[in-house]
């Protein structure tokens, strides 16, 4: 059995990047969050996070994100929940090694803060279970619990209702913009579909699926749809989230790579494996545990 060094201060906490398969919204709470569908499938990429725990309390992030005080920063935020609702006294010194564009619809934020809370709940040996770190997470962000839950799953609720799914695990070129599109603001749109009939797995493998903010963010952003109409030369695009990137799927790392290696040198490219579990759902739930 592997075994992981979760106590090490240099071992890195991957916050693994998402793709939004696809995303509908089916209706609106009384309390402003949008009912959503989605299937959220991982990639073998992400940001690096190390953890120094402390016995003083203190919360420390470095280095600093631009224009985001700490205060601010959800992986503050994330620890200082675990803090309070577990009343710890432990602190801990963090470091991040970002590789997720902010603004580009790939989760890094809420990866972020996933990894933060279950870190921190090994790290400080306060064992919540799965289900209550998600329980935690859900009140960060709505794309919380999935990095939490570790496996690629059919989502609905506003995110947090999750069933586990196995979609193909292909290779994907994602194109980023270079844009930080506001979640906030593509959310309330007037223009955006809030009336998506549900649908099942089925329709979802029968082709019925798109991601209702595309045409907004497409309109708002004319970089986004030059990309779209760039990349769909090679397969069908679609945009993940709420933007700014936007992916397309191949069937080896060979055709991925060709295609990326001819986007254009004002929009940054990736090339990842989609993966439906991470690693800390392997390690994490597994090893952790024995």
Known sequence: ???????????????????????????????????????????????????????NGEITLSPAIEGVSNDDNIIVKAARLLQTKTTSHFGAHITLEKKIPMGGGLGGGSSDAATTLLALNKLWNINLS???????????????PIFIYGESAWAEG???????????????????PAININTGIIFSSKELTRDKLPIRIRD???????????PIVSKRYPEVQEAINWLKQFSET????TGACIFASFETEQDAQKVASQVPDKWQAFVTKGSNKTNIESFYWGVAKR
Do not use: C
């Open 1 to 55: 059995m592997t075994t992981v060094d979760f106590y090490n201060p240099e071992f890195p906490w991957i916050a693994p990047a998402k793709l939004n398969l696809f995303l509908h919204i089916t209706g609106r709470r009384d309390d402003g969050y949008h009912l959503l569908q989605t299937i959220f499938q991982f990639m073998d990429f992400g940001d690096k996070l190390y953890f120094k725990p402390t016995n």
């Open 204 to 214: 979802f493998l029968n082709g019925q699926t798109e991601n209702v903010f595309e």
């Open 130 to 144: 799965k289900q209550e770190l998600m329980s935690l997470g859900v009140t960060l962000g709505a794309d919380v």
């Open 238 to 241: 679609r945009m993940t989230g």
């Open 158 to 176: 506003v995110g947090e209702k999750l069933e586990t799914v196995s979609p193909p695990e292909p290779w994907y070129v994602i194109i980023f």
